[in-house]
């Protein structure tokens, strides 16, 4: 094997030269706690497009969901995800922020079925583990 298909697949399996918004992410906020797992997808003019899963501590509001996740500029970054939840809810997640390093800064928002389940945008940082 050349050096060059070694530093290619030691690249691919680090993240390294990715978008920086691949792996595992945790945060909290207004009683959500929230873990999103992202996996490096496509890049196309700047933006990078990853899919994953999201899941949360609310399994009535929401139970696991398919994440989908862009970053532009490798800096705004926006996670979506939509899942049912043991209170016969759809619920979708959002959150946005600027990813700064192993840190996204930014608000989430869930917005339900079940009028117990919406959260106003709310402040949450989310932590790469």
């Keep these: 094997m050349n050096n060059k298909w070694i530093v290619c697949l030691a690249l691919a399996l680090t993240g390294c030269g990715g978008s920086g918004l691949g792996g595992t992410w ?19 003019s ?5 899919t994953g899963t999201v899941s949360t501590n609310k399994s009535a509001c929401f139970r696991d969901g398919t994440a989908a996740a862009t970053l532009v500029n490798g800096k705004s970054a926006q996670i979506l995800s939509t899942a049912s939840g043991t209170a016969s809810s759809t619920t979708v997640v959002d959150i946005t922020g600027e990813l700064s390093g192993n840190t996204i800064v930014g608000y989430l928002e869930a917005t339900s079925t079940a009028a117990e389940c919406d959260t106003d945008r709310t402040a949450i940082t989310l932590t790469r583990q």
Excluded: F, I, M, P
């Excluded at 945790?26 to 890049?43: I, P, Y």
């Design 26 to 44: 945790k945060g909290e906020a207004a009683g959500w706690s929230v873990t999103v797992v992202l996996d490096e997808a496509t890049e196309q």
């Design 46 to 50: 700047g933006t990078s497009y990853l």
